[in-house]
């Protein structure tokens, strides 16, 4: 059973950061493309960013020079560092992991649809 557990969320002032964790029961992490989205109330789940197992990255618009991911697959485990946080930056970050073939992941990594397991989800909460 695959299960990813994020860690890391809390709260902090505008202009703050923090680091999320997302740690997978995975065998095979280290050849696995790995996301992270967010859902802020009211709203649909957003991508966040994307890291390929070959550790090329992928960002939103929102957050590019901002966030940073990165991925240990000693620990199978995939961060996603948040500097210079915003108030819009508030949601519930989730870790995904895509299981489909790789070579379609360039027009995939986006779409929440195409990730096949999910965490439960961390709560971000910035303050202005």
């Known amino acids: 059973q695959v299960q990813l557990v994020e860690s890391g969320g809390g709260l902090v002032q505008a202009g703050g950061s923090l680091t999320l964790s997302c740690a997978a029961s995975?065998?095979?992490?280290?050849?696995?493309?790995m996301g992270w989205f967010r859902q802020a109330p009211g709203k649909e789940r957003d991508f966040v960013s994307a890291?390929?197992?070959?550790?090329?990255?992928y960002y939103a618009d929102s957050v590019q020079g901002r966030f940073t991911i990165s991925r240990d697959n000693a620990k199978n485990t995939v961060y996603l560092q948040m500097n210079n946080l915003k108030p819009e930056d508030t949601a519930v970050y989730s870790c995904?992991?895509?299981?489909?073939?790789?070579?379609?992941?360039?027009?995939?990594?986006?779409?929440?649809?195409?990730?096949?397991?999910w965490g439960q989800g961390t709560q971000v909460t910035v303050s202005s």
């Open positions: 995904a992991a895509y299981d489909g073939p790789d070579q379609y992941y360039n027009g995939r990594f986006f779409s929440s649809d195409h990730y096949h397991y």
């Open positions: 995975l065998d095979t992490f280290s050849s696995t493309n």
């Open positions: 890291i390929r197992w070959s550790g090329f990255t």
